[in-house]
């Protein structure tokens, strides 16, 4: 994210976090969240002085997944990497407590991506009661954003809002975050092509983060 577009989205962070990769930071600047891929990087944000709470490793590897337990947040894409986490956590030394595991879904019904899609969600509530050592809470967001701009990015924004409501109905979870992923490559597009339409964005995009701030509550990260 450049400068320019940076000092503009200021305005938003009275509601929002950034998030990104951590080996982009130096480019990018100081993100407010990171995604991680190994034990390695997180131990890195760790001494970075991020909080393990917005340290996050979307399809880490089986290999990796034991090491990552405790030092970041987990994001399932599939009800396999559930099972895997599942059966991590009952090894982990977590106290007795539940390792919260969030979940990644995308609103592209032919997303070629491994996510869960919304139509998943009475399916993962089911499957959900046989995993006795992790909970659910928290979605990470994606959608098909390529050529949209200004109001568009502000509506998805609203879907992604309103899916997070839905799977607190539908699942047993809770929702500390709702990650909106592609964002700020479709903001950083915006502004090349169409940068006369970021303000449109700026307010739907307000709008989404002060009903979030007077009913759900939720952290909202955008990627």
Do not use: W
């Not at 997944?65 to 009800?79: E, Y």
């Not at 799977?167 to 700020?184: F, R």
Request: glycine letters at 8%.
């Amino acid at each position: 994210m450049n400068k320019e577009l940076r000092e503009a989205l200021d305005v938003l962070k009275l509601h929002y976090k950034f998030i990104g990769p951590l080996n982009k930071e130096n480019k990018d600047g100081r993100f407010d969240a990171v995604y991680v891929q190994n034990a390695e990087d997180a131990d890195r944000a760790l001494q970075n002085g991020y909080a393990d709470g917005d340290i996050f490793c979307i399809d880490c590897s089986r290999e990796e997944l034991p090491k990552l337990i405790g030092k970041c947040r987990l994001i399932a894409s599939s009800s396999e990497e559930l099972r895997r986490i599942d059966a991590a956590a009952q090894n982990a030394e977590s106290g007795g407590k539940l390792i919260r595991v969030g979940l990644r879904l995308t609103l592209d019904e032919a997303d070629g991506a491994n996510c869960f899609k919304p139509s998943d969600l009475e399916r993962i509530s089911k499957e959900a009661k046989g995993l006795k050592n992790i909970s659910l809470g928290g979605v990470f967001i994606r959608g098909s954003l390529k050529g949209s701009c200004g109001r568009d990015l502000g509506c998805f924004m609203r879907s992604c809002y309103e899916t997070a409501k839905l799977a607190t109905v539908i699942l047993p979870c809770s929702m500390p975050y709702i990650g909106m992923e592609n964002l700020l490559e479709a903001l950083e597009e915006q502004q090349t092509h169409a940068p006369r339409q970021l303000p449109d964005f700026i307010k739907e995009a307000q709008t989404v983060g002060m009903q979030n701030a007077t009913a759900f509550y939720a952290k909202l990260l955008i990627s």
